[in-house]
């Protein structure tokens, strides 16, 4: 369900209005501490994702409580992973809400798990800010606890399907998906492409999370006459997708992803294997970025700490977790859920690490509103324009 500016403001405030015991009092700060959350994957799928994010988020907090924390509060960080399994993810969420009593959740993983977490959070009056997903359910129906972190899948994949209809003359679009509530979403943007761009939609197939033989799959969509391919799959699965077309000699196929396949490392596979892979995200490559100052420094003490490269993963935790201590610090030293609020809707400014604008407001709970079409080519994410 969509909902304009003035829908969403009234949402927002009946649900402020509705709470007003959460707003009052606060879990998971004290005098001289604050408790953030994450339900993540750093084992599963997706973990190339979260475990690189919680370790810039914990670098960064360490930083901050180096210099005396923010208004005298320290900041710890507790991490569960899930490995995209939802019942563990249940079990996470329970621990860190009901028994570490966390104040706030940051960067939790996976669209299916965060939509499943919102009504023990809500009913706590815990924000969940920033979400590894950029499922339009993260913001909507509207909500004063859900902050999305940029463009949504669903948009992002309508301005894939448009870039490459555009430019590389696609006219049947298909899609290969997990069928979760993630997939849905890639799935729903490929299949309004036809009203809203003038494209056929034309197939599907969907896969389990541990799949990875895709052979038939893609002879299935070939056979279809599908020439242009969304993806909401596992990094591993889509990196052997795009191997195996070209092993096939699927060479007039294009293959999209949206922010959930945006990742360095899906460029650095050898071989070329995955070359040509177009992805709509909120932001550009990391790689990108290495001119500015302030992202080469950030860079290279994450690569002193951790030994390699930061990647994607590491990109999202270090401006999440930026922008939640900017948000900690406008709130001021009386910090609960009411004063949170008001700071984060507060927010406005370009983030240092990805170079996007961020701006959030009483109606406008997502952050980021860019979509960046990038290209892999000779083994790097290259920028082919911005929507």
């Given at each position: 369900?969509?909902?304009?500016?003035?829908?969403?403001?009234?949402?927002?405030?009946?649900?402020?209005?509705?709470?007003?015991?959460?707003?009052?009092?606060?879990?998971?700060?004290?005098?001289?501490?604050?408790?953030?959350?994450?339900?993540?994957?750093?084992?599963?799928?997706?973990?190339?994702?979260?475990?690189?994010?919680?370790?810039?988020?914990?670098?960064?907090?360490?930083?901050?409580?180096?210099?005396?924390g923010v208004h005298g509060r320290k900041l710890r960080l507790i991490a569960e992973d899930h490995g995209y399994q939802m019942p563990k993810a249940m079990q996470n969420l329970n621990k860190l809400v009901n028994s570490d009593k966390v104040f706030v959740m940051?960067?939790?993983?996976?669209?299916?798990?965060?939509?499943?977490?919102?009504?023990?959070?809500?009913?706590?009056?815990?924000?969940?800010?920033?979400?590894?997903?950029?499922?339009?359910?993260?913001?909507?129906?509207?909500?004063?606890?859900?902050?999305?972190?940029?463009?949504?899948?669903?948009?992002?994949?309508?301005?894939?399907?448009?870039?490459?209809?555009?430019?590389?003359?696609?006219?049947?679009?298909?899609?290969?998906?997990?069928?979760?509530?993630?997939?849905?979403?890639?799935?729903?943007?490929?299949?309004?492409?036809?009203?809203?761009?003038?494209?056929?939609?034309?197939?599907e197939t969907t896969h389990k999370p541990d799949e990875q033989d895709f052979v038939g799959s893609l002879t299935k969509l070939k056979n279809e006459g599908c020439d242009t391919i969304a993806l909401a799959l596992g990094i591993r699965q889509l990196i052997t997708v795009l191997g195996t077309a070209k092993k096939l000699g699927m060479d007039d196929m294009k293959f999209?992803?949206?922010?959930?396949?945006?990742?360095?490392?899906?460029?650095?596979?050898?071989?070329?294997?995955?070359?040509?892979?177009?992805?709509?995200a909120g932001w550009p490559d990391?790689?990108?970025?290495?001119?500015?100052?302030?992202?080469?420094?950030?860079?290279?003490?994450?690569?002193?700490?951790?030994?390699?490269?930061?990647?994607?993963?590491?990109?999202?935790?270090?401006?999440?977790?930026e922008g939640l201590v900017m948000a900690f610090e406008a709130a001021g030293p009386d910090l609960n859920a009411e004063s949170f609020q008001k700071a984060m809707e507060s927010l406005s400014f370009t983030d240092p690490i990805t170079g996007v604008l961020i701006d959030y407001s009483a109606d406008d709970h997502k952050g980021g509103d860019a979509i960046i079409i990038s290209q892999i080519q000779d083994g790097a994410w290259k920028t082919l324009g911005e929507k």
């Open positions: 369900m969509r909902m304009n500016k003035l829908t969403i403001a009234a949402a927002l405030t009946l649900s402020t209005a509705i709470a007003p015991q959460a707003m009052a009092q606060s879990q998971g700060v004290t005098d001289t501490e604050i408790l953030v959350g994450s339900n993540n994957d750093m084992s599963g799928i997706f973990a190339a994702f979260g475990a690189p994010a919680m370790d810039a988020t914990r670098q960064y907090f360490e930083e901050v409580n180096a210099k005396g940051l960067l939790s993983l996976g669209t299916p798990i965060n939509i499943a977490s919102f009504p023990l959070l809500e009913q706590k009056g815990i924000a969940n800010v920033g979400p590894l997903t950029s499922a339009r359910q993260m913001i909507d129906p509207p909500s004063p606890y859900k902050y999305a972190g940029f463009s949504s899948y669903y948009d992002q994949t309508l301005a894939g399907i448009e870039y490459l209809r555009d430019n590389e003359g696609a006219k049947v679009v298909c899609s290969m998906i997990l069928p979760t509530d993630f997939g849905k979403e890639i799935q729903e943007g490929a299949k309004d492409s036809v009203d809203k761009l003038g494209v056929t939609y034309a197939a999209l992803g949206s922010s959930a396949a945006f990742h360095t490392a899906v460029a650095k596979v050898p071989e070329g294997i995955t070359d040509g892979f177009y992805a709509a990391l790689t990108t970025r290495m001119d500015d100052p302030y992202v080469k420094e950030w860079v290279e003490s994450y690569q002193a700490e951790f030994g390699e490269f930061p990647g994607t993963g590491a990109l999202l935790g270090r401006s999440a977790a």
